[in-house]
């Protein structure tokens, strides 16, 4: 960090369809920002407004004082972090390191053990939001970790994010996560269901958005992805096979603790079918594919 400014040098792994704009956001606010991306050609519209790229992550945690991933799986999380050149291994004495990905409470225990027994600090934040709330800067991002890194790693959370809570220690922002995800999961089930129901009756589906969505069964799934279930838009906000992901963890973790939840299990279950059927790279609202009869047909470009 520069004293005089404020100003610190933040690492930004995976620039994918949230991270792009989170990543642009950071290099907005004035601080340096060092890029890495498997795909880089994903990074070349922030290298043109003054990224500098790195060949690889090890380069951009060795000179960062705060380096921040959001990348697609578990295992793509471990592998950035855990393994040899990676991001543990590389990172500067006293860093932060900030893990966005939703991903595995375990996972994140572990990197926070192995980051503290280093003289690091490594917080599991993962957002909600979607790719709305990451270009608008308005996710809710859930937070854990220590909380004097938190303390240190929020003013940077507050430019991605309008909600930013610290839930408790390591893998407290990915158990906080998975609830969001758990409550996601069975509302999408009932959106497509509601709209399913009204298109079998003779209603007009968005006549009945408009009703329902001043009603107690308002939600922002129905006042927000409704409209795209009705107009079939199934452009991806957040992808389908992203969300089974999360749906597997979230139900790992209830076996763990002895905990049913039979609503996520249908829901993982109808989006697992989608993703059998080829539309894993679908957004979420997708779902009504199952209930709609368009399974195996008009994919979106």
């Known amino acids: 960090m520069t004293a005089e400014t ?19 956001h950071i290099l907005d606010v004035g601080h340096v920002l060092r890029v890495f991306n498997r795909s880089r050609h994903k990074a070349e519209a922030l290298v043109d407004r003054g990224a500098v790229w790195c060949d ?81 800067a308005a996710l809710a991002i859930m937070v854990g970790g220590d909380p004097d890194a938190f303390a240190a790693a929020r003013p940077l959370f507050e430019i991605l994010g309008k909600t930013v809570s610290h839930m408790g220690p390591a893998g407290s922002g990915q158990h906080t996560k998975m609830a969001n995800q ?3 999961a069975s509302t999408m089930v009932g959106v497509c269901e509601c709209l399913a129901y009204a298109k079998a009756a003779g209603l007009s589906q ?19 992805l409704g409209p795209k279930i009705v107009a079939e838009d199934f452009s991806p906000g957040f992808f389908i096979h992203h969300f089974v992901k999360d749906m597997s963890i979230a139900l790992e973790e209830a076996e ?3 905990l049913s939840l039979p609503g996520l299990a249908l829901a993982r279950k109808l989006y697992r079918q989608l993703v059998e059927e080829g539309f894993g790279e679908e957004g979420t609202q997708a779902l009504i594919r199952a209930y709609a009869g368009i399974v195996g047909g008009n994919h979106a470009a």
Not at 69 to 90: N, T
Not at 107 to 118: K, M, T
Not at 206 to 224: I, M, Y
């Open 56 to 136: 690889n992550l090890g380069d951009v945690a060795a000179e960062c004082d705060v380096v921040i991933s959001i990348v697609g799986y578990p295992a793509d999380v471990e592998e950035i972090y855990l393994s040899p050149g990676g991001i543990l291994d590389r990172a500067r004495d006293g860093a932060i390191l900030i893990d966005m990905t939703t991903s595995s409470p375990d996972l994140a225990r572990r990197i926070a053990d192995r980051a503290a027994a280093q003289g690091l600090s490594a917080l599991d934040a993962p957002v909600s939001g979607g790719e709305g709330g990451a270009k608008a």
């Open 206 to 224: 968005a006549a009945t958005l408009d009703v329902v969505g001043t009603g107690a069964a308002s939600s922002f799934l129905l006042k927000g």
């Open 182 to 184: 758990i409550a996601i």
């Open 6 to 24: 404020g100003k610190m040098t933040v690492g930004f792994i995976g620039l994918g369809i949230m991270g792009q704009y989170m990543a642009g």
């Open 256 to 258: 763990a603790m002895q």
